[in-house]
């Protein structure tokens, strides 16, 4: 973790802190917030995105979600309110995406578009349909660490969370009046500009090829890596919904965007395309 208190400029002191979590750089940067004041925001943050990063990493065996990956096929599993309010959320966003958003994209057979989960409200479990089936909330979990971080520090009236660049949430006006200006990076040319968006009790999450230009996301009707250029952009007030909308509409075929979008009122994307160049092209939605 870090964190630095800067006064440099008196007039807009600044905290900046840094902390390496959810396999992301997360950042924020809360402007004219006294100095003791950003410190205790700042750790209850961290708390949050840690306390995301332990609940929800397939990759760790001791996680919730692990342990309902492993026996959720053989009996109901109970889960924690919050597991289950997060399970019916991906439930919701795969009806609302037409199926593109899917936490279940990584299971192994393609049957059944790869399989369900029951979810009994009454005694706070959840049960597979079939063996197989494994969830996998690294879509999903991100953007819900944002939405709470962001929650957290919006009475501080000004601010700007980052998880990797991807993933943007700004608090008010930037402190200087204008928008806050959130920049893209071209896929193969570092020193280019992708595209710009400008943000303000708002956020911003981008889905596609990663900066090496390789795909890492699961397609769940064929449980392949998504092979297509560019990028989605989205931008709207919750940090949550931007994050499944930029992953289910870079999925989805270019004729079923516009119809996955209208189910998200106040919500905008636009498709960005890197070309070998170094131009861009930045296509609304």
Request: net charge negative; hydrophobic share 35%.
């Amino acid at each position: 973790m870090e964190f630095v208190y800067s006064t440099r400029n008196p007039e807009v002191p600044v905290a900046y802190a840094r902390l390496i979590a959810m396999h992301t750089q997360c950042e924020i940067l809360l402007p004219r917030c006294p100095e003791e004041e950003a410190r205790g925001l700042v750790d209850k943050a961290w708390n949050l995105v840690l306390a995301a990063e332990k609940k929800y990493n397939l990759y760790n065996p001791d996680s919730e979600l692990s342990k309902v990956n492993r026996n959720a096929a053989d009996k109901d599993v109970e889960i924690d309110d919050e597991m289950f309010m997060v399970l019916q959320l991906c439930s919701t966003f795969r009806t609302a995406t037409r199926g593109w958003f899917d936490i279940s994209a990584h299971s192994g057979s393609r049957s059944d578009r790869a399989g369900r989960w029951t979810l009994d409200a009454t005694r706070r479990t959840v049960r597979f349909s079939r063996q197989g089936m494994t969830l996998d909330l690294g879509g999903f979990a991100k953007g819900f660490a944002l939405e709470q971080v962001s929650g957290l520090l919006s009475p501080t009236g000004c601010g700007i969370i980052s998880f990797g660049g991807s993933s943007t949430y700004a608090i008010g006006k930037h402190p200087f009046g204008q928008d806050w200006p959130v920049s893209i990076p071209h896929l193969y040319y570092k020193d280019k500009i992708a595209g710009t968006f400008h943000l303000s009790d708002s956020s911003l999450s981008v889905s596609g090829k990663d900066s090496s230009g390789r795909g890492h996301i699961i397609d769940p009707n064929t449980g392949n890596t998504v092979e297509k250029e560019g990028m989605v952009a989205v931008q709207g007030s919750s940090a949550m919904v931007t994050e499944v909308l930029s992953t289910a509409l870079w999925i989805a075929p270019q004729n079923q965007r516009k119809e996955i979008l209208s189910s998200f009122e106040g919500y905008e994307a636009w498709e960005i395309l890197c070309l070998p160049d170094g131009k861009t092209r930045v296509l609304k939605i």
